[in-house]
């Protein structure tokens, strides 16, 4: 069974620091989706990582793929308020489109 | 470009009702997912519906059941209620299965069981 871990599970950063969110997970897979989700809201896509290598990056926030490792990071940079929110990462064990297996999601809460 | 959407918003039901929510796909998709999410919790896989058939399931009871219409809207049907499935119920849509893109999540609806 696939298993997908994000750690930590909460964060409090100061704003203009920067940091580092790890997913881990157990099979082998090289599709990996990034979500952010605000307090009682839907799921907002960030990224998708579909190769091992993969690199991809808007504004403040980049997230990468190493697919020999089973570990994906999503790094903030100079951390603003607006970047508050829970962080998911997802993982496609099958060839696209199918079943999404999420991690645990990391909570994030920027401090002025 | 209308995204996904779900009706309705918000849902309280008593234990052991029925209860039926809705999905409509982003223009575009064909494929539907549904997904709940308990409190504090990430999203959890139901099934997913494609050209009008159930396509995978996870791991939940046969009180949850789907559908999906020609217009690739999609339905997801709890019977026999329980306090346990109270959570944000979450549609997504994407392309056909093994296209190379994101799931596009709805806005969900949240379900309480009393």
């Known amino acids: 069974e696939l298993k997908v871990e994000q750690n930590p599970l909460f964060l409090s950063m100061q704003e203009g620091k920067n940091y580092t969110i790890y997913c881990n997970y157990s099979?082998?897979?090289?599709?990996l989706y990034w979500y952010r989700q605000d307090p009682g809201k839907s799921l907002e896509s960030l990224f998708v990582?579909?190769?091992?290598?993969a690199v991809k990056q808007e504004g403040r926030l980049m997230a990468s793929l190493d697919t020999k490792a089973r570990l994906s990071t999503l790094h903030i940079t100079a951390a603003v308020h607006d970047l508050s929110a829970t962080y998911f990462c997802?993982?496609?064990?099958?060839?696209?489109?199918?079943?999404?297996?999420f991690g645990t999601g990391t909570r994030l809460t920027i401090i002025p | 470009d209308a995204g996904v959407t779900q009706s309705p918003t918000h849902l309280i039901k008593t234990r052991g009702q029925q209860v039926t929510l809705r999905c409509s796909p982003k223009?575009?998709?064909?494929?539907v997912s549904w997904y709940q999410q308990a409190l504090g919790q990430g999203p959890q896989f139901i099934f997913q519906?494609?050209?009008?058939?159930?396509?995978q399931r996870g791991n939940f009871p046969d009180r949850f059941s789907g559908h999906q219409f020609p217009n690739y809207s999609s339905e997801l049907n709890v019977n026999a209620l329980l306090l346990g499935d109270s959570a944000l119920y979450l549609c997504?849509?994407?392309?056909?299965?093994?296209?190379?893109?994101?799931?596009?999540f709805g806005p969900g609806t949240r379900l309480l069981v009393l």
């Open positions: 997504a849509s994407s392309g056909t299965p093994g296209s190379q893109e994101t799931q596009y």
């Open positions: 223009s575009g998709h064909d494929t």
């Open positions: 990582l579909l190769s091992n290598g």
């Open positions: 099979t082998t897979s090289d599709r």
């Open positions: 997802a993982v496609d064990k099958n060839f696209g489109n199918e079943k999404l297996t």
């Open positions: 519906y494609y050209e009008e058939e159930e396509r």
